[in-house]
């Protein structure tokens, strides 16, 4: 189950943005920065941004194999366990 960011002014982050860096970089979690009492900014360690990048760019993978095994557009199983097998023992040399 998803945990609720943490939630923190941007008058608080003013006063004492190294200290909100530090938690944001020891905790891996989102911080969500408020203006005038509404979310304006969301704060992520590099961490945290490029374990979401990493996740995001899987599923881009995985919606596009989807639509390529709709269409008939992929390669084959077999060929690509084939290629792969061929790569591996090249790399093994």
Not at 26 to 51: C, D, K, M, P
């Amino acid at each position: 189950m998803a945990t609720i960011p943490e939630i923190i002014p941007v008058t608080d982050v003013r006063q004492d943005a190294a200290a909100v860096l530090k938690r944001v970089q020891a905790s891996h979690e989102s911080l969500v920065i408020t203006q005038r009492g509404r979310a304006a900014a969301i704060l992520l360690s590099v961490e945290a941004y490029e374990r979401g990048e990493q996740e995001r760019q899987l599923l881009r993978l995985l919606v596009r194999g989807e639509q390529e095994i709709a269409t008939g557009t992929g390669d084959d199983l077999d060929e690509v366990l084939a290629d792969a097998d061929t790569l591996l023992k090249d790399e093994a040399r």
